[in-house]
């Protein structure tokens, strides 16, 4: 069974950086996709990022996009999520999952990822 592991998480102050990692135990196809996707309490799960495992095509969202980059590392079995210049707006549980071949037309739909990690809590104070 694959399972997805995050970690990085951590509480900080607007304006720092965070790392995060989900790690999978299974195996790795260069076309498929990993998501990012983040809870903020009260609210639905979000889109963040994603990446193919090749690392050739990337998403994100509108709101992070000019500050997380995501890149993936297949001897690692990793998928990173580095995030710079954090708001609190970014406060939330961040989950990353695995899905099917990537397209940019459905990488932000949480309904096509099938495997999910615990996630990983951010909080961002002002």
């Known amino acids: 069974q694959v399972q997805l592991v995050e970690s990085g998480g951590g509480s900080v102050q607007a304006g720092a950086s965070l790392r995060l990692s989900c790690r999978t135990s299974?195996?790795?196809?260069?076309?498929?996709?990993v998501g990012w996707f983040r809870q903020a309490p009260g609210k639905a799960r979000q889109f963040v990022s994603a990446?193919?495992?090749?690392?050739?095509?990337?998403k994100y969202a509108d709101s992070v996009k000019d500050r997380f980059t995501i890149t993936a590392d297949n001897a690692k079995n990793t998928v990173y999520l580095q995030m710079s210049d954090l708001k609190p707006e970014d406060t939330a549980l961040y989950y990353c999952?695995?899905?099917?071949?990537?397209?940019?037309?459905?990488?932000?739909?949480?309904?096509?990822?099938?495997?999910w990690g615990q996630g990983t809590q951010v909080t961002v104070s002002s």
């Open positions: 999952a695995t899905g099917p071949v990537f397209d940019q037309r459905t990488a932000d739909d949480k309904r096509i990822y099938n495997v």
């Open positions: 299974g195996r790795t196809f260069a076309r498929n996709s």
């Open positions: 990446i193919t495992w090749s690392g050739l095509y990337r």
